[in-house]
């Protein structure tokens, strides 16, 4: 016999069964309206809508000096300063 094991299940027209796969479809999360709410929306790797997040974000004023240009480059300008902020904390872990 020639062919691999998994060759001859992925050609075959039968469904594939759990330990093919290596995960049981049936213990999916639902699908739900507030799944897809606090879900991150992405366009290829790009992050273009964060998903809502009850009780984990926090409200920051900062200086339009700040923002400003941030709000420039288009609608997802919170998302980036939110990048910028833990790239700069990764990069400053002892400034904190």
Not at 1 to 18: F, Y
Not at 28 to 42: I, M, R, T, V
């Amino acid at each position: 016999m020639s062919e691999s094991k998994r060759a001859t299940v992925a050609h075959s027209h039968e469904p594939l069964a759990p330990d093919d796969i290596g995960w049981d479809p049936d213990d999916a999360p639902e699908l739900d309206g507030e799944w897809f709410e606090q879900a991150d929306h992405h366009i290829g790797e790009r992050l273009v809508r964060r998903g809502k997040r009850l009780g984990v974000t926090e409200e920051v004023i900062l200086p339009r000096e700040i923002t400003e240009p941030f709000r420039a480059g288009g609608a997802d300008w919170q998302i980036r300063i939110e990048s910028a902020l833990k790239e700069w904390m990764a990069e400053h872990p002892g400034r904190i």
